[in-house]
């Protein structure tokens, strides 16, 4: 059995370390705590415990759990998104961190525009290591996806997302995350309106520090808090 509220305690304390040794402030960081393949029972558990902002992949999942889930929580959208499954989540998800081409993001522009709807706001997810596995805009053609979304309406492009491929030494995902952090400071200095680029989401359980240290806002992390799925 995983104690939610004593995992959440070391996993806030491992990101305090990691504010303290980069000279950051604690508020600079979020906590998105990974619930998906997990029941609600302990999103709930979490959500007593002070942890309100969850992580799902997989649209069913989630439109489930925030139908059953009593407590007021905020839902981020981490997964792969197929473009027919966007209309189910206005209304349910706060932000987007996968959006990988102009289409994804021109449905999610319709269905928040249609169910009247706040705007949306997503980030873009790059691929930086260039994995064939892994979803993701390039590098190279990430500001022009972020110049294209940033027609739209209904969304707001708020930073960059990636996932680095998976290493033992978590030091070894390092240069992923600072090409990411490269990356948005440069799409920050074209000052392309409707554009934010303040948001960083990377680093998982395994390798979170680091990823703070090379500037993440958004920390996205499962099993340190919930255990294995
Ligand atoms: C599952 C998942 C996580 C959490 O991974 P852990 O290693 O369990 O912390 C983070 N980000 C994405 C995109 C995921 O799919």
Request: net charge negative; charged share 25%; proline share 3%.
């Amino acid at each position: 059995m995983e104690n939610i509220a004593e995992n959440l305690e070391k996993v806030k304390a491992r990101i305090r370390k990691a504010c303290e040794l980069s000279g950051r402030p604690i508020s600079s960081v979020r906590l998105v705590a990974v619930s998906k393949l997990h029941p609600v029972e302990l999103v709930a558990e979490a959500a007593s415990a002070g942890q309100l902002l969850f992580g799902e992949n997989y649209v069913q999942e989630l439109t489930e759990k925030a139908g059953k889930i009593e407590t007021k929580v905020n839902w981020h959208f981490i997964g792969h998104l197929q473009s027919n499954k966007v209309r189910f989540l206005p209304g349910i998800v706060s932000m987007i961190h996968t959006v990988d081409r102009l289409t994804l993001a021109q449905e999610i522009d319709r269905q928040w525009r249609e169910k009247q709807a706040d705007v949306c706001n997503l980030l873009v997810q790059v691929n930086v290591s260039g994995e064939t596995t892994k979803s993701g805009t390039t590098t190279a053609e990430a500001l022009e996806l972020v110049r294209q979304i940033a027609t739209l309406q209904h969304v707001k492009v708020c930073g960059l997302m990636t996932m680095p491929p998976f290493f033992d030494d978590p030091e070894l995902a390092r240069p992923y995350f600072r090409e990411l952090r490269l990356l948005a400071e440069k799409i920050r200095n074209e000052e392309i309106p409707n554009v934010d680029m303040t948001e960083l989401s990377m680093g998982m359980s395994g390798d979170f520090e680091v990823a703070i240290k090379e500037g993440a806002t958004l920390v996205r992390v499962g099993t340190a808090i919930f255990g294995e799925r």
